[in-house]
């Protein structure tokens, strides 16, 4: 099958023009005798790379570049699957724009082409290089620095929770995890997950309960999530809890018992997020919408969470506004590495920042994940990269800190 890989990057500042021609050379070498075929654009600051060829060749090429010290901030723009190469003459050619004549400079590339049809009829790999061509999508790179840069340091020390509380008899526990704010070095919120009695997910949990008795067990459960907040003395911290959605609607005054066992742990309804996952929403969202207004009646926020990963995506955000969207590791995951990731991440803050709904991403295990998501204007975050969910209380967080500017 022959595939198209299409990414960008940015040249590294100390490889000159000659190292520059010297790699283009070996590299056409190598491409030719792999039958992989392409071009490389150069415009003084950033590649844009066709690569033409089966399938594992071009992988394997795509896979020797990715790891190249050369270049920094590669972001993979397209993969896709074509009838014929489009650059098809050369293993690999290096076009420097800077030498061509602005207005001549797109057909010019063109004219080095070999495809036929596809320029015609509005071929999205042809799209990409007229996009770059004319600078058009330069507003979305975001030029973040290597995840050396940072390091991560741990600052303060765990809340345990007292062994009277830890020990409860029940069959699940609650594991405690920051939301952050790292440029404001604030911790913003608590989530309380819930666990097995042995650090199980909460969907081995809920697996363990019967038929509709989970609904009421996930209902009660909250009540031990306020209490362990309590026995942190989180005082007029945030604490976010999970709830099916299906819980405000098959459990009689879910609400009420929801608003009390907040109240009985000294605890404010104003300070309680409720999350609920998208996708069980979407599926009852006229009984959902209507059971949310007694949450919001009294003063609890809500939140969507794994936003993006059920069926309704954005048609779910017309027709009902949570206080706050949670961005899960599926989007998310290696965002700095992808175009298409980066273009869906983009559109979701366009949509929570007209709506102004706040919006946090989950899953944060990499450095560059976390700075890519700060540069397109992300400021909450939760993930391994800050702390983990603890059985014990709430952990401490690693904050990020410039590694030039600690010493
Ligand atoms: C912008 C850029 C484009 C490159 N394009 C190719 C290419 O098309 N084919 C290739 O074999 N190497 C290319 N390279 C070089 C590879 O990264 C790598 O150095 C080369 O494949 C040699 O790998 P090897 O030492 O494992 O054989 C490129 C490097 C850069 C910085």
Redesign the pocket.
Known sequence: MLTTIIYR?H?HEH?SLKM?EE??A???I??GQ?S?T?I?L?NGTH?F?L?EGPEERVDA?YQ?????T??YNLVELLRDYAPLRRFGKT??ELFDLRNYDREAVLQTVFDKGTTRYQLTYGDRALQFFQTFVEDGAKEYYYEIPPADAWEFVVEGTAVALPSAVFDTPSDYRFAFQPIVDPFAREIVAVEALLRTRDGGSAQTWFEQQGGEDIYRADLHSKKVAFAMAAALKIGPQTLSVNLLPMTLIKVANAVEFIVQAIKENGLVPEQVIVEFVESEVISHLAEFTQAVKLLKGAGIRVAIDHFGEGYGGLVLLTQFQPDRIKINRALIADVHKSGSRQAVVQAIIKCCISLEIAISAVGIEKAEEWMWLESAGISQFQGYLFARPDLQGIPPVAWPEKRDERV
Do not use: E
């Open positions: 990057s040249l490889v520059l790699m283009v070996a590299a056409n190598k491409n792999a992989v392409g490389l150069f590649f790379q690569l090429i020797a570049i990715c790891a190249d050369r270049h293993g690999m």
